[in-house]
């Protein structure tokens, strides 16, 4: 319980044995009110017990769906245990856990969907070339159609109220950037609001980010392909 | 002379196989009546490749060979597309049973931890 609601923390995880203890231990700290939920996206390590041994709640995929697979369990599971809010953030430690309680006055100020976006004021986080050009694509379009400033649309920093919970328990995307950009388009879609809270994201403990021009021009074909078919798509049944 | 023997053993082979694998139940009917319709109506072709060379001439094509091969060719780009459209149907099933299993597994574990609290651990019940 945090306030007057049950707060569920999804945290998707695939091989972070390594840096998940800390994770866990920092969240039971500043969050002492949520649960946490880790959901163990098919890993060949020892994640599952790792966040077992942490007080955690296990939820294991019998083989890797990715991101948006383990998000839409995580969702599912909060829905059927009637959590009143679901956030989710990485296991990799690269979100602040202090930035949660921002997120939930987003909701409280009325959003169903809260995201907690970098190059917004807070951190220094930069990003260049087709990459950026990506990111810049995406965040125009979305403010858009959200009718509100998003700078940082493929951040996987967000929670969600109850209205938020029950599409995404029903409705989530798993294919690449579904799990950011098109959920976000099925939540504007569905007639949800969506707003974002400046964050500062720390780098990452564990696990290497992927950069090289070749590859960010492939992010910005992937994304522009993304958002077209997530705009063409008819709109998840609200 | 030689090309009508080898399509003719051909084509029967190809049908002997669909109506073996039928038979085996290794094929799902709702395919395997597709296949045996197009074997069925290709067999003869096999026997006799001038058949179509009437058809072929009235859609412009210079021979029927070449109208088989393009009708073949269109015919497999199709069984693709609608492949590729049941693998896409099937890994969405998959990935709901995943999930379903992994939602199953954490209520199983919840649950056994709730009866160690009642029994003393490894007490078989």
């Avoid at chain 1, 939540?187 to 290497?208: E, I, S, W």
Wanted: charged fraction near 20%; glycine fraction near 10%.
């Amino acid at each position: 319980m945090i306030g007057e609601r049950r707060v569920l923390v999804v945290l998707p995880a695939w091989n972070e044995a390594e840096g998940l203890a800390d994770v866990l231990a920092e969240l039971a700290e500043r969050l002492p009110g949520a649960d946490a939920l880790v959901v163990d996206d098919g890993s060949t390590d020892g994640t599952a017990g790792v966040a077992e041994a942490a007080g955690a709640v296990v939820a294991r995929l019998p083989y890797n769906l990715g991101v948006g697979g383990a998000m839409r369990l995580g969702y599912r599971y909060a829905h059927e245990h009637g959590y009143d809010v679901a956030v989710q953030v990485d296991a990799d430690g690269q979100h602040d856990p202090g930035y949660v309680p921002a997120l939930l006055r987003a909701l409280d100020a009325g959003a169903d969907l809260a995201i907690g976006a970098r190059f917004s004021g807070e951190g220094a986080y930069r990003v260049r070339g087709p990459r950026r050009w990506a990111m810049r694509l995406l965040s125009a379009v979305l403010s858009r159609i959200a009718g509100t400033r998003l700078t940082d649309t493929t951040s996987g920093f967000r929670a969600c109220n109850r209205r938020t919970i029950e599409l995404f328990a029903r409705w989530y995307p798993v294919e690449y950037l579904g799990d950011t950009v098109e959920s976000t388009v099925g939540a504007v879609r569905c007639g949800l609001t969506v707003r974002q809270v400046p964050v500062a994201m720390r780098p990452r403990t564990t696990g290497r980010p992927s950069a090289s021009p070749t590859r960010a021009l492939v992010y910005l074909l992937r994304a522009a392909l993304v958002l077209a078919l997530a705009m063409g798509r008819r709109a998840p049944a609200g | 002379m030689q090309l009508s023997v080898l399509t003719s053993v051909t084509s029967v082979v190809i049908v002997l196989c669909i109506l073996e694998l039928l038979r085996r139940q290794q094929l799902r009917e709702k395919y395997a009546v597709v296949w045996l319709l197009i074997g069925l109506a290709v067999m003869p072709l096999g026997f006799d490749p001038s058949l179509l060379d009437s058809v072929a001439g009235a859609m412009g094509v210079a021979s029927g060979a070449s109208l088989v091969l393009f009708s073949g060719f269109v015919l497999i780009l199709l069984v693709s597309l609608h492949l590729s459209w049941e693998t896409s149907r099937l890994e969405a099933e998959t990935r709901s049973l995943a999930e379903e299993v992994a939602l199953l597994r954490t209520e199983l574990a919840e649950v056994r931890r709730t009866a160690a609290g009642d029994a003393p651990v490894g007490t078989v019940r």
